[in-house]
C-alpha cells in the first residue's frame, strides 16, 4: 500500500526524522493559507498522488472540462490547454500558492509514470522551502535474496536511481542490516563517507540515516525511498519521501487503513480486498482466474509466450468458497478491455466442483458474452467438469495448461 508525501512525512517525522515544515491543502484557498500560516518567504506547492516524476509533470484539463480536447479512440488528451507545465511549483507569496494550486487541483497530473492518462491531483502539500546546498539519495529496502533490509544511498540525489545504476553503479553503496539491532554505527559512518559528507551535516547524517532505518522496521514498510536527501547547511534533511506499506504486514499498522487513498487505487483491487483475492490489473485482454500466486504467473507467462496479453493477475487462494470465485469472476468483466476468459485451476486444497460452481453462477449473473477457457485438474475435477458440461454454458473445455492458454489467445483474437 502506498503513501502520499505528506503521510509519509509525517510518519517519518514520529519517528524522528527531519522533514520541513508543510500543510495539505485540498483547495486553492486552502493553499494560500496554509502559506500564510507557515510564515516562511518561499513555499514549494507540490501535487499529490501516487506517481514519480512530478517536477516534470504536467497538469491538463479532466475530459469533463474539456471532451474535445480528449481523443476519443485512446481517451488521451491531446488539447492545447496545460494548466500548469509543472506538478511541483515555487511559491513566494500567497496570492502564487493560491494561483499555482488553482492549476493543480481537479487536473490531471501527467507523468511518465501515470502514463498518459494521467491521475487527477485531488490534493497538494504546501512544504516551507529551503536553501539546498546538494542533493543525495537515500532508500530502505529488502534485499530478498539475503532476507534482511537494506540501506541503498548515493551522491547522485535528484536523479532516476536507474539510470544511475545502469550508468555509473559505483555511485551507489548498499548496506544490509539486522532488523533487530537497526543500522550500526559503523555502516552509518561508512554511508555518510560515501556520500561525502563533512562537519556538522556528517553528524546530522550519521542520525538522519540511523532513524530511516528504524522507521522502515518500525512502520513494516516494504519501501522507503528519499530522492532527494537535502544538504542544508548543517542539516540533512528528508525533501522527498516515498513510503510503502509491506501489505503482509497491515494488521500491525493500525493507521495504515485510516492512511488509505481509495482514489489512487484501482477500484478493483479494493473491491478484491474485500472478498480477500489477490488481483492485480494489467493492460491486456485476456482474463486470468486461477488458484495459486505460482500457477497464477506460469499461466501468465504462457498466454504470452503464445502471443496474447493477460489482463489481470487474479489469485482466488487455496480455499476459496463458491462465493468468492463468483466475486472474482465478476472483477475480471468488469474490465471492458477483457476479450476472453481463462480459468485454470490445480484442486489441492482447492476442490474443482467449488470453482465450477463460482463460474457457473458469475456466468449467469453477469450474462456472459466473451469467450471461457476452463482448465480443471486434481480434487473432484470429475464433478467439476460434469457442473460445467450440464450448465449450459458455451466453453472451450482444455486438457492441459499449453493447450489452455493457446485457446484463450486464440479466442481474444476471435478464432
Known amino acids: 500500500m502506498n503513501l502520499h508525501e505528506h503521510q509519509a512525512k509525517e510518519l517519518l517525522k514520529e519517528c524522528g526524522v527531519p522533514v520541513l515544515e508543510g500543510k495539505v491543502a485540498h483547495s486553492a484557498e486552502e493553499a494560500g493559507s496554509a502559506f500564510t500560516s507557515l510564515g516562511v518567504p518561499l513555499a514549494i506547492i507540490k501535487s499529490q498522488v501516487h506517481a514519480g516524476g512530478r ?54 497530473l501527467v507523468t511518465k509514470q501515470t502514463g498518459a492518462s494521467g491521475r487527477m491531483v485531488r490534493r497538494i502539500y ?14 530502505v529496502l529488502v534485499d530478498r535474496r539475503a532476507g534482511l533490509p537494506i540501506l541503498m544511498v548515493s551522491p547522485a540525489g535528484g536523479m532516476d536511481i536507474e539510470e544511475v545504476a545502469a550508468k555509473s553503479p559505483e555511485k551507489i553503496l548498499k548496506l544490509r542490516f539486522d532488523p533487530c539491532a537497526g543500522l550500526w554505527p559503523h555502516q552509518a559512518r561508512r554511508a555518510a563517507w560515501f556520500l561525502g559528507l563533512t562537519g556538522k551535516a556528517f553528524k546530522s547524517g550519521l ?12 512502520l513494516d514498510a516494504q519501501l522507503l525511498e528519499i530522492n532527494p536527501l537535502g544538504v542544508c547547511g548543517d542539516e540533512v534533511i528528508c525533501l522527498d519521501a516515498k513510503l510503502s ?27 478484491a480486498r474485500k472478498h480477500d483475492l489477490s488481483y492485480v490489473a494489467l493492460d491486456g485482454d485476456i482474463g486470468c482466474l486461477v488458484n495459486g500466486a505460482g500457477l497464477a504467473m506460469a499461466t501468465m507467462d504462457l498466454i504470452k509466450h503464445h502471443g496474447g496479453e493477460p489482463a489481470n493477475f487474479l489469485d482466488v487462494g487455496g480455499g476459496a468458497t463458491t462465493e468468492r470465485v463468483a466475486a472474482g469472476f465478476q472483477l ?33 449473473q453477469t450474462a456472459l ?8 485438474e486434481g480434487n473432484r475435477v470429475a464433478k467439476g467438469r460434469k457442473l460445467l458440461s450440464e450448465s449450459g454454458l458455451s466453453l472451450i473445455a482444455a486438457d492441459s495448461l499449453a493447450d489452455a492458454a493457446q485457446k484463450a489467445v486464440k479466442a481474444s483474437q476471435g478464432g
Open 207 to 218: 542520525a538522519a540515516l540511523t532513524k530511516l532505518c528504524a522507521a522502515f522496521v518500525k
Open 369 to 376: 458474452k466473451v469467450p471461457l477457457v476452463v482448465r480443471l
Open 55 to 108: 517536477g516534470k509533470g504536467k497538469a491538463v484539463r479532466p475530459k469533463e472540462l474539456d471532451p474535445k480536447g480528449y481523443d476519443a479512440k485512446t481517451g488521451v488528451y491531446a488539447g492545447p490547454g496545460i494548466a500548469s507545465d509543472r506538478g511541483v511549483v515555487l511559491c513566494r507569496s500567497a496570492q502564487e500558492a493560491t494561483d499555482a494550486a488553482s492549476k493543480l487541483i481537479g487536473h490531471l
Open 332 to 364: 475480471i468483466l468488469q474490465d471492458p478491455n477483457v476479450k476472453a476468459i481463462l480459468v485454470n485451476i490445480f484442486g489441492g486444497i482447492m476442490r474443482c466442483d467449488v470453482i465450477a460452481e463460482g463460474v457457473i453462477a458469475a456466468a449467469k
Open 245 to 271: 506499506y509491506d501489505d503482509n504486514a497491515l494488521f500491525r499498522q493500525p493507521r495504515a487503513e485510516e492512511l488509505r487513498d481509495h482514489n489512487e487505487e484501482d477500484p478493483r483491487e479494493t473491491e
Open 126 to 139: 504546501v512544504e516551507s522551502g529551503a536553501q539546498i546546498d546538494r542533493e543525495l539519495y537515500a532508500a
